[in-house]
C-alpha cells in the first residue's frame, strides 16, 4: 500500500486501534523511515495526545471507539452498515405495528431518533473535515498559551488547501449574549473574521474553518464578540497563534 492509502489510517494507528493489513503497512514504512509517513504519524500522535488533555481521564467506551473508526471510514468498510440497519428496521416496524395504540408516543419517539441521527451525522462531518486538515501535506502547526499561568492553549493547524483547524482546552464557555470569534490577522493587514464558535462546558473547543488561508507570519486570533459577531475584533484577544512554515 502506497502512503496516500495509508494516510486515512495513521490517527487509528496513532491511538493504537489499527488493524492489519494497515497496521503492519504502517509499520513497515515507519521502519524504511518513510518521511511522509513519519510526518503523518508524529502528527497523529501530538493531536491524541493534545486531545487527551483536554479531558479528565476516563476508560473509552466502545460507543467511542466505533464513532472514532466510523469517522475514518474503518468501520463501515470492514463491518457494513447494512446488518446493523436492517436490525433497526425490523425493530421499528415490529414497535410500530405491536404498539399502533400508542401512535403519538411513536412519532415522538422517531422523531428524536430521527434528530439524534442528525446530530451524530454532523459530528461525523466536523471530524472528517479535522482529520483533512490534520492530514494535509501542506498543514502547519502552531501552539498557543503554553506560557501562561491558566492560559487558553492548544494548538491552530493551518493548511493553505483545506483551511484553519483550532483545538483549544481552558477556554470557559462564553457568557450569555457572547460568542468567540476567530480572526486571521495577515502581517501589515486587517483582522478577517473566521467563523463564531462556542467551548464545551469542560473548557474544550475545536472549531473548523474551510475556505480561507491564513498565510506565513499572519496570527490566528480569538476574541470575544457579540453573539451575531462583528466585522472587526471589539475586544483584546484571547489568544494568538503565529502561522509559519507554510510551503509557498
Known sequence: MNCNELREFYELYAIGVA?????????????????VCMQGIKKAREVAALLEGTAAPAEPSPKLRRRILAAVGVEERRFGWAPFLAAALALSLFAVVYFIGQQGDTQRELARA??????????????????AILNGSDTAVSTF????????????????????????????????????????IPKGG???????????????????????????????????EPEAGSDQPTTTPLFAAPIHGLVP
Not at 19 to 28: H, Y
Not at 159 to 172: C, D, E, F, M, T
Not at 195 to 216: C, E, K, L, V, Y
Open 19 to 35: 488493524e492489519d493489513p494497515e497496521r503492519a503497512e504502517i509499520r513497515a514504512h515507519l521502519n524504511r523511515e518513510c518521511e
Open 114 to 131: 430521527i434528530a439524534v441521527q442528525r446530530s451524530q451525522n454532523i459530528e461525523l462531518t466536523r471530524l472528517n473535515e479535522a482529520f
Open 145 to 184: 498559551g503554553g506560557g501562561e499561568k491558566q492560559p487558553p492553549k492548544g494548538k491552530v493547524f493551518a493548511s493553505p488547501s483545506q483551511g484553519v483547524l483550532l483545538i483549544a482546552n481552558n477556554l470557559p464557555p462564553a457568557p450569555a449574549g457572547k460568542r468567540y470569534e476567530m480572526w486571521v
Open 190 to 224: 486587517k483582522p478577517q473574521p473566521a467563523g463564531m464558535f462556542q467551548s464545551a462546558a469542560d473548557g474544550t473547543a475545536m472549531h473548523i474553518r474551510h475556505g480561507i488561508t491564513a498565510p506565513n507570519e499572519s496570527l490566528v486570533a480569538v476574541t470575544l
